[in-house]
């Protein structure tokens, strides 16, 4: 609720500022961004405990689930990293930044995927 309200009234003060002065208007919500997302480092500390205790529970190798944590992560900053590009109206920025985020969450996949291709191979044999 307070990540809500806080980013309802940057972008509120923002659209007020971007008539005289875009670019103070652009820090300021590259603040607020920065302000909510450090407001909840303390959740995300809750959350990565429960995920090391999800894969210590499961049995399987922690080899397995890092690949798709780090893929989310990639996937949470590269959406943010792409609309600040195009709320500063730079699209062009915004589809390299969502390609090189596409790029970089298959590389950070490759060893799951090496792993699903050994096993497939393994069950054909």
Not at 39 to 55: I, Q, Y
Not at 59 to 71: M, Q, R, S, V
Not at 90 to 103: F, K, P, Q, R
């Amino acid at each position: 609720m307070q990540a809500a309200v806080l980013c309802v009234a940057g972008a509120l003060l923002a659209l007020v500022i971007k008539r005289g002065s875009p670019e103070t208007a652009m820090l300021l919500t590259i603040g607020v961004a920065v302000a909510v997302l450090l407001s909840l480092a303390g959740s995300l500390k809750e959350l990565l405990g429960f995920l090391t205790e999800l894969t210590e529970q499961s049995g399987l190798p922690e080899a397995l689930f890092i690949p798709l944590y780090k893929t989310v992560g990639i996937a949470l900053v590269v959406k943010v990293g792409g609309n600040l590009c195009r709320d500063a109206g730079e699209t062009a920025l915004s589809s390299v930044v969502e390609t090189a985020g596409a790029v970089c969450a298959l590389l950070t996949a490759t060893p799951l995927l090496r792993s699903v291709l050994a096993l497939l191979v393994e069950l054909m044999q």
